[in-house]
């Protein structure tokens, strides 16, 4: 069982059994503050990166007391953008605050893109480290109390949903390496490295992710990797563009370049809402093809999927707000390219609801002759669509599933049958 806890935040709209979008990042920044004195001050900020329409938030920050001390908090820009007025709250104790905001009253919209949630200034007590935790749940007995959330409203159904969302902790005094287990680094760049994404070649795996080594902004890097585990050569970036950040990587391998799909927008804080679909191959040696785009449609195109046929041919796929992100009528776009990444068709809808409500967070893979695609469903569960490989839709919508509140689905086959996955609240 699974129950929200609200602080001191009335909010005036009720819960139901709302959709999930595309995974946002809500972290600590700076992710590491170095040690400090005793009486000594510090602040950090709890910062939202890449999320749509967001309306409400609360995260629960847990630390070492012994260690430091909250003396205040503040909310920082990003809820307020447009003059919407807001209402924090916080909750400071031994070892933790908990605080939050809501945007506006009632039906008001949300906003979207990175930003700063919020300050916290902190106090050193005495030597030592502590990790600075955001907490997601509270455990009391059998009952589960969420603690840390990120929240929208369905602008087409008026129903609350929940935003999935990778959290980045942060970190205060000094820290060390734990090389205990049977494990291997890929990246220690500075900074955050986050969203990994893999695909298999013919004698090698590629490894990419997004990466903030820069301080700046988020770029897509890579590392090939041996079948046996071992590191082929160094981190290498596979796109960067000086204030713009290339996030949400995903790759397929078609028996002779990975194609890299990714999202490009402009840095954080932007009120701009234009962000795209761009794709590089890359050869089995790193060598990186030309940046091509493949969606540039009006709006926000966010969290692309891609398969490879084994043909010759891509399905692309992705979330797209082509119609208006104040209308939050999100739904899900595709283009089919070829073994080089170039487009053989315009993009073309894939879910055809006619606008009675959103889809979110696409995946694709192909098997038994034709692409499969699903998605998170605002009408509903999780449902897919079968396409060919000329972009055609085969027959009708798919309901794969409708228990509690489904998100993030992903897919493979298995020469047979597929096999579709999810999360979801109950």
């Given at each position: ?24 990042i ?22 939202v ?106 602008s ?6 929940y ?18 287990r ?79 799909g990714?999202?490009?927008?402009y840095s954080?804080d ?42 010759g ?91 509690g ?22």
């Amino acid at each position: 069982m699974i129950c929200k806890t609200i602080l001191k935040i009335v909010v005036s709209i009720g819960f139901s059994a709302g959709f999930l979008y595309s995974q946002a990042i809500l972290s600590i920044s700076p992710p590491r503050v170095p040690p400090k004195n005793p009486n000594d001050t510090f602040w950090v900020s709890i910062k939202v990166e890449d999320v749509v329409n967001l309306k409400d938030w609360q995260a629960k920050i847990v630390f070492n007391p012994e260690i430091c001390t909250v003396l205040t908090a503040n909310e920082g820009p990003f809820l307020k953008r447009g003059g919407m007025a807001t209402f924090f709250a916080t909750d400071i104790g031994s070892g933790y605050i908990t605080l939050g905001s809501v945007r506006g009253t009632g039906g008001a919209p949300g906003t979207y893109g990175s930003g700063i949630l919020a300050n916290i200034n902190f106090k050193v007590k005495s030597a030592g480290s502590s990790i600075l935790s955001i907490e997601r749940f509270e455990i009391s007995g059998p009952v589960y109390y969420e603690t840390t959330w990120l929240e929208g409203i369905d602008s087409i159904t008026l129903n609350p949903y929940y935003i999935p969302f990778v959290i980045i902790d942060g970190y205060y005094g000094s820290q060390g390496k734990n090389e205990a287990r049977g494990e291997f680094s890929i990246s220690t760049a500075a900074n955050d490295q986050t969203n990994p994404t893999i695909s298999v070649a013919d004698t090698q795996y590629l490894v990419s992710w997004q990466d903030y080594r820069t301080g700046s902004n988020w770029d897509v890097y890579g590392q090939r990797i041996s079948r046996s585990g071992n590191l082929l050569g160094v981190n290498f970036n596979i796109t960067s563009t000086l204030g713009f950040s290339e996030i949400s990587p995903t790759l397929s391998w078609n028996d002779s370049i990975w194609i890299c799909g990714y999202k490009y927008t402009y840095s954080s804080d932007t009120v701009s809402d234009n962000h795209d679909i761009f794709q590089r191959g890359i050869t089995g040696n790193s060598s990186l093809g030309s940046r091509k785009q493949i969606s540039n449609a009006p709006s926000i195109q966010r969290h692309p999927s891609i398969a490879f046929n084994n043909g010759g041919r891509h399905l692309v796929v992705w979330e797209d707000y082509r119609t208006g992100q104040a209308n939050n009528d999100a739904n899900i776009y595709g283009k089919i390219l070829n073994r080089a990444g170039d487009s053989l068709t315009v993009s073309f809808l894939i879910c055809n609801d006619n606008g009675s409500a959103c889809q979110f967070a696409p995946s694709v893979v192909w098997g038994g002759n034709k692409f499969l695609v699903v998605w998170s469903d605002g009408r509903g569960g999780i449902r897919g669509q079968f396409v060919d490989s000329l972009g055609n839709l085969i027959g009708s919508e798919i309901s794969i599933g409708s228990t509690g509140i489904p998100s993030a689905p992903s897919l493979a086959y298995s020469g047979t049958n597929f096999l579709v996955v999810w999360l979801y609240d109950y």
